[in-house]
């Protein structure tokens, strides 16, 4: 399987300001995903990035909200905007890995927006 | 709609049980499905999946799940629980995302805690 990392394992940040979410994996992969997991629920797509294209966005998500990169076969990046209390959450990148369809995921970024 | 139900919160079992955490799925087509585990303040972990074959699939720490297609059910089940294996477990099913790809629609969770 892939090793993922993410960078920052956690922030504490203000409301109004923006923070930018890395994900690194080991290996060349197709595509990847943004999940968040808000306190005490369950885990809920964001979008889907595949390098060279726009990812693609859930209902409910939007790209001036959270712009996704994707530059390369072994990285992408997730920038929530603007943010407010309400976007306090584990933010999580992952990533197909063969076809096997199962998804292998990052530690997660706790994020607590103040 | 793609959907996974996970209808307990919580399963409590002694140390040495057989645990069972049950999941229920509503797909169009062929389901592809799939466990994770989540401890504290650590990442999903796969556990196993059920993708095409053999209804019993074994996976990781001893778990095991039984897809069962007449009752839309893929139950995750252990012989004898260990304290270890308290954490929080996921269901998911496999839907079309955009691109053609595969993505994945959670379940609420289900936290297992066994008891010494």
């Known amino acids: 399987s892939a090793v993922i990392s993410q960078k920052p394992s956690r922030d504490i940040c203000q409301r109004g300001t923006s923070l930018t979410i890395q994900c690194q994996v080991d290996s060349q992969v197709t595509m990847m995903f943004w999940y968040r997991q808000q306190p005490g629920q369950s885990l809920t797509l964001i979008a889907t990035a595949n390098q060279g294209s726009e990812a693609t966005y859930e209902s409910g998500f939007v790209i001036d909200k959270f712009p996704i990169s994707r530059p390369n076969l072994t990285f992408s990046t997730l920038t929530v905007s603007n943010m407010s209390p309400e976007d306090s959450s584990i933010y999580l990148c992952s990533v197909e890995w063969g076809r096997g369809y199962e998804q292998y995921f990052g530690p997660g970024t706790r994020l607590t927006v103040t | 709609a793609q959907s996974v139900a996970q209808p307990e919160d919580q399963v409590n079992v002694a140390e040495g049980n057989p645990l069972t955490v049950k999941c229920t799925y509503s797909v169009s087509g062929n389901p592809y499905l799939f466990w994770y585990v989540q401890y504290p303040n650590r990442g999903l972990q796969f556990l196993l999946k059920?993708?095409?074959?053999?209804?019993l699939v074994k996976g990781s720490y001893g778990f095991e799940a039984e897809f069962n297609k007449s009752q839309t059910s893929f139950h995750l089940k252990k012989p004898s629980a260990l304290v270890s294996d308290s954490a929080l477990y996921f269901c998911a099913v496999s839907a079309l995302g955009g691109g053609a790809t595969n993505k994945l629609i959670f379940g609420t969770g289900t936290l297992l805690a066994v008891q010494p």
């Open positions: 059920y993708i095409t074959g053999d209804n």
